[in-house]
C-alpha cells in the first residue's frame, strides 16, 4: 500500500523544480530514469547488451579509496559540523519564535545561539596507550580512542571500531554523528565512538581478546564505560564476541558489585545478555527506511519513478554485516540486487544476485570476485546503473569527482559519512534523493536501546506475557464459534473457525523477535515522518539530511533549553 502526502508536498516540488532546472540536469534526469535492463550494460558508455558473463580475473579491480578524491577530502570532524551549521541556520529563527519566556529578541538569540554553540563540540575525548605480550613473545603498544560528544543524555552510546584508519578526528565526527542520530530517532543517548588503531586480521584470537579486555579497562579506569555513563556497541570489525568479552571483563573487574553491570555494552551474544535481532538490526533499519521513503507517491513523483519495489534495482558497496542484511530484505520484498562491490573489486548480474547465495559463497572462498553467476562490474560500484545506490562500506566515498557519474535516483547511505558535502550539492542539483545516514543507519542503536532496557530490566521481552496472549487468542477463536452456533445452530456438527494465515503466525503471542522487529520498523516510519515533515515545514524539498539535522538540533536544543546549565 502506497502512500501520498498530497499537496502538502506542493511546495517541496517547486524547490526540486527549480533545483533541477537546466538542461545539463534534465538530460541527466531523463538519462537516469531510462532503467536498468538486463542487456544494458552495468554503467553505460559503449557497447550492446547481451555480453557474455566473464570470470571476474578478466576486468582490472578498483579499490574504495581510489573513489575519495583528493581534491574533495574534507575534516570528517568539520564535514559533519558543516551540516550542523546548516541545519542550526535554518532552524534558529524558529528556536528563537518559539522561546517561551521574558528575555527580550535579543537575549533570546543569545540564548539560542549560545545552546547551539553548546551542542557543536566534542565533549570528551579520551586516547590511551597500553603493551600487549604477543603470541610470539613480542611487546607492543596499541593506541585506542574513545569519544563522548554529548551528554545531554545519559549514557552516551557508540560503536567500538578496529581499523588502521582510526584517528581522533574519526571518533569525534562519527560521536557527534551518534548524538544527532539517536536525537532523530528518539533514542535517548548521547554520541560516542571509539576505535583501537589496529588491523584485525594481523593479530590471533588470544591477543584480540587481549587488546579488547585491557582496552575495556583503559576505559572503566576514566569512567569512559558503564551502564549509565556510556555504553559501547559493535562497529567495523567488531561484533558479538568482542562485546562478550567487554561485558565479562568490566562485570568482574570495575562492575563487580553492579547488578546491572552487563547493561555496559550493547550487541552482546544472547547468552551474555544480547537481544534477538541485533546482529541484523542496521541492516534492516536501512531497509526500512529506504522502504519509508519508496513509497510514498509524493516523493517518487519527484524523481520520476513509481512508488514500492516491485521494479526496483539495487548496487551495494560493502558486503558486510549491513550490506548483506539491506540486501537480504530488499531482496524479500521484490526488489532485485544487481552489483555488489567489496575492498578488491565488484560483480554484477543484470538478473539479480542471491543473498544467500552469495553469503554462502563467500564463507566457502573468502571473496565474492569468482561469484560464477556475476561478472567483473568494469567501473567503480558508486557507478553502476540501478536506481537506488546503497553506499554500506566507509566514509567519504561520494565526492565531487564522482558525484556526477552516480546514475541512482536514491542514495541510501548505510555507511556513515560517505557523501561530502561538495557532492551533496551536485545530488541536490541532479534531483537525486539522498536519505541520510544519521536517520537511515539508526537501527543499530535503536536494538541496542532495546537490549539496554533488557538489561536494565532483566527480564526478555514477551516473558511476561507470552502465555496470556496465546491464551487470549485462542478464547477469542472460541468465542467467535460459540456465538455463530449459537446464532445457526450445530445442524451438521460445529463450524470450524478457521484463522488466517497471518493471525495463525501470531496467534502464540509475540516473540522477543517480534516486538524487536515491530518496534524497529515503529521507529523508523515514525522518524521518516518527521523528517517529511520537517523537509516540508522549511521547504527543503529533497534535501534530506538538513531535514534530519534540524530534527536532531531541534530536539538537543529542547533538552538544553528546559534542563538548564548546571554551572555557568
Not at 435 to 454: C, H, M, Q, R
Not at 530 to 543: E, F, V
Request: hydrophobic share 35%; proline share 5%.
Amino acid at each position: 500500500m502506497y502512500r501520498c502526502l498530497g499537496e502538502l508536498l506542493a511546495p517541496a516540488r517547486a524547490a526540486a523544480g527549480s533545483l533541477s532546472a537546466g538542461e545539463p540536469c534534465a538530460a541527466a534526469s531523463a538519462a537516469l530514469l531510462s532503467g536498468n535492463g538486463p542487456g544494458r550494460r552495468p554503467c553505460g558508455g559503449g557497447g550492446g547488451g547481451g555480453a557474455p558473463l566473464l570470470p571476474p580475473a578478466a576486468t582490472s579491480r578498483r579499490r574504495y579509496s581510489q573513489a575519495v578524491d583528493p581534491e574533495d577530502d574534507p575534516n570528517f570532524f568539520r564535514m559533519v559540523e558543516g551540516f550542523f551549521d546548516r541545519g542550526a541556520r535554518i532552524v534558529e529563527d524558529k528556536l528563537v519564535e518559539g522561546l517561551r519566556t521574558r528575555e527580550s529578541p535579543e537575549e533570546k538569540r543569545h540564548r539560542v545561539r549560545g545552546i547551539l554553540r553548546i551542542i557543536k563540540p566534542c565533549n570528551h575525548v579520551l586516547s590511551v596507550s597500553f603493551p600487549i605480550k604477543r603470541d610470539n613473545g613480542e611487546w607492543e603498544v596499541i593506541d585506542g580512542y574513545r569519544a563522548q560528544h554529548s551528554q545531554h543524555r545519559t549514557p552516551c552510546k557508540g560503536g567500538i571500531r578496529y581499523s588502521t584508519e582510526v584517528s581522533v578526528d574519526e571518533v569525534k565526527a562519527l560521536a557527534s554523528l551518534m548524538t544527532y542520530k539517536c536525537a532523530v530517532v528518539d533514542v535517548p543517548f548521547g554520541g560516542a565512538k571509539a576505535g583501537v588503531k589496529i588491523n584485525p586480521r594481523n593479530y590471533t584470537d588470544n591477543e584480540l581478546e587481549k587488546i579488547t579486555r585491557r582496552f575495556t579497562i583503559e576505559l572503566a579506569k576514566k569512567s569512559f564505560i558503564g551502564p549509565g555513563i556510556d555504553v559501547p556497541a559493535p562497529d567495523m570489525s567488531t561484533g558479538e564476541r568482542e562485546m562478550s568479552w567487554i561485558a565479562d571483563t568490566y562485570a568482574n573487574t570495575i562492575g563487580h558489585y553492579d547488578i546491572n553491570a552487563h547493561a555496559c555494552v550493547t550487541g552482546k551474544p544472547i547468552s551474555q545478555g544480547g537481544i534477538h535481532g541485533r546482529i541484523s538490526a542496521t541492516g534492516r533499519g536501512v531497509f526500512h527506511g529506504i522502504e519509508n521513503f519508496i513509497n510514498e507517491a509524493s516523493y517518487m513523483s519527484l524523481l520520476g519513478m513509481t512508488p514500492g519495489f516491485g521494479d526496483k534495482t539495487f548496487a551495494i558497496q560493502g558486503f558486510g554485516n549491513v550490506g548483506l542484511h539491506s540486501m537480504r530484505y530488499l531482496h524479500r520484498y521484490g526488489a532485485k540486487c544487481v552489483a555488489i562491490g567489496e575492498k578488491d573489486g565488484a560483480i554484477w548480474n543484470p538478473d539479480g544476485l542471491d543473498p544467500k547465495e552469495l553469503e554462502d559463497y563467500k564463507l566457502q572462498h573468502g571473496s565474492i570476485l569468482t561469484y560464477p553467476k556475476a561478472q567483473a562490474l568494469d567501473c567503480h560500484i558508486l557507478e553502476a546503473d540501478c536506481d537506488i545506490l546503497i553506499p554500506a562500506a566507509s566514509e567519504k566515498q561520494l565526492t565531487k569527482s564522482n558525484a556526477h557519474k552516480v546514475k541512482a535516483k536514491i542514495i541510501a547511505e548505510g555507511a556513515n559519512g560517505p557523501t561530502t558535502p561538495e557532492a551533496d550539492k551536485i545530488f541536490l542539483e541532479r534531483n537525486i534523493m539522498v536519505i541520510p545516514d544519521l536517520y537511515l543507519n539508526a537501527g543499530g542503536v535503536t536494538v541496542s536501546y532495546f537490549e539496554w532496557l533488557k538489561n536494565l530490566n532483566h527480564v526478555s521481552y514477551g516473558r511476561l506475557t507470552f502465555k496470556y496472549e496465546r491464551d487470549s487468542n485462542y478464547h477469542l477463536l472460541m468465542s467467535v464459534q460459540e456465538s455463530l452456533e449459537r446464532k445457526f445452530g450445530k445442524h451438521g456438527g460445529t463450524i470450524p473457525i478457521v484463522p488466517t494465515a497471518e493471525f495463525q503466525d501470531r496467534i502464540s503471542g509475540a516473540s522477543e523477535k517480534d516486538i524487536v522487529h515491530s518496534g524497529l520498523a515503529y521507529t523508523m516510519e515514525r522518524s521518516a515522518r518527521q523528517i517529511m515533515r520537517t523537509a516540508m515545514k522549511y521547504n527543503l524539498g529533497l534535501d534530506l539530511r538538513t531535514a534530519a539535522y534540524v530534527n536532531a538540533i531541534e530536539k538537543v536544543f529542547k533538552v538544553y533549553n528546559e534542563a538548564g546549565l548546571t554551572f555557568t
